[in-house]
């Protein structure tokens, strides 16, 4: 595909996109209690994938385009026996949730697989937890990637899992082990890379009635809880979808762009904000009202880590091209293992004539 994009201004009003890392876990929240009204759900071709899923496992999902709810009936923690594989599509988040829930299933397995992207990602860390904790998780070509074929039911207990690969591992242990007899302790052998992503994994976990924790070396999750967000769950503004409005106010703000729905959450990829202010720009956040508000700066280069922030590479790629100086983006090699090698894709983007940009392995 060809598009041509011409120099031109920002202006005015618009609203933050709904997050759909909330999005993912309050669908599957919800299929995993009695069920649930979402309101302000991100509706898209990942987050429809973890919808099947849950009609999957014996629950209903039903979309209400006029008032932009999901309204849920939920499988109440024991999944059933799928009718038909599972297919997660190009949603790597749909796919971990989803094989934990899976080894819950009890008197016969669950099958699932994507498209070739997603076929070619790493899941075998989780299948070799879901191993420890007494289930079945096995991939098919015997490489760790999807198709999966996954049952049990586990019943809780301890798992160890490197940190480093994705943070939708721990993730998906806590949501299915909470519904356990045992609860789950996971333990990381390696730092864990994306840690935000488990701190809204936990807001979401608390907003519908579940207890998970960080421990000394890992997380845990306590046992036999029930999943209730006391029939509502409103999804927050995203930000990684903010940080391109954002981003587009930096670079060509007429005047002032204001992003609404902006309101404070757990979210990792709030660090945008400081990107910005480090670069120079002009930004000012109403907290209360949930409004950012940015102005056409010059921005300066600055050295900036993602390892908590992946989605975040893009936004920071465009704007350090942009930017007065050299801009450094560091500890983003897991950046390499998401739909595409997003690492790779913007440095051969901004190679192109007037933009620079390099792709060092570990950087």
Not at 6 to 25: I, L, N
Not at 29 to 38: D, F, L, R, S, V
Not at 76 to 83: H, I, K, S, Y
Not at 315 to 329: E, K, N, Q, R, S
Request: hydrophobic residues 40%; proline residues 5%; aromatic residues 4%.
């Amino acid at each position: 595909m060809d598009v041509d994009i011409s120099a031109g201004r920002v202006t005015g009003r618009t609203q933050a996109p709904p997050s759909k890392s909330y999005t993912h876990r309050a669908i599957l929240a919800a299929g995993y209690g009695e069920g649930a009204t979402i309101h302000g759900p991100l509706v898209s071709a990942d987050t429809r994938a973890t919808m099947r899923a849950v009609d999957a496992f014996g629950g209903s999902v039903e979309h209400h385009p006029d008032d932009g709810t999901l309204e849920i009936e939920g499988f109440d923690g024991e999944p059933a026996v799928p009718d038909d594989v599972i297919d997660c599509a190009n949603s790597g988040t749909t796919m971990r949730l989803v094989t934990a829930a899976a080894a819950l299933v009890d008197g016969g397995l669950a099958v699932l697989t994507g498209d070739e992207s997603l076929r070619s990602r790493p899941q075998q860390p989780l299948l070799q937890a879901i191993d420890q904790l007494g289930g079945r998780a096995e991939s098919t070509r015997g490489n760790g990637q999807a198709p999966l074929v996954v049952g049990g039911p586990i019943t809780g207990g301890s798992a160890a899992i490197p940190g480093d690969v994705s943070s939708q591992f721990v993730t998906a242990l806590l949501m299915a082990g909470a519904v356990t007899d045992a609860g789950v302790d996971v333990t990381l052998q390696t730092e864990l890379k994306s840690a935000p992503y488990v701190d809204i994994t936990i807001d979401v976990l608390q907003d519908f009635g579940v207890s998970a924790r960080q421990t000394g070396r890992g997380f845990s999750a306590a046992g036999f809880q029930r999943y209730d967000p006391g029939g509502a769950y409103t999804v927050p503004g995203d930000f990684s979808s903010m940080s391109y409005l954002l981003a587009a106010g930096a670079l060509a703000g007429d005047e002032a762009v204001t992003v609404t729905g902006a309101h404070p959450s757990t979210q990792g990829d709030q660090a945008i904000l400081g990107v910005l202010d480090d670069m120079g720009t002009s930004i000012d956040w109403d907290r209360d009202a949930g409004e950012i508000t940015v102005a056409r700066s010059d921005l300066s280069g600055i050295e900036v880590g993602v390892a908590d922030t992946p989605d975040l590479l893009p936004t920071i790629a465009v704007l350090g091209a942009a930017a007065d100086g050299t801009t450094t983006i560091t500890d983003c090699e897991h950046v390499r293992y998401k739909e595409t090698d997003r690492v790779t894709a913007m440095a051969e983007s901004l190679s192109a004539p007037h933009w620079t940009a390099a792709a060092t392995t570990g950087s």
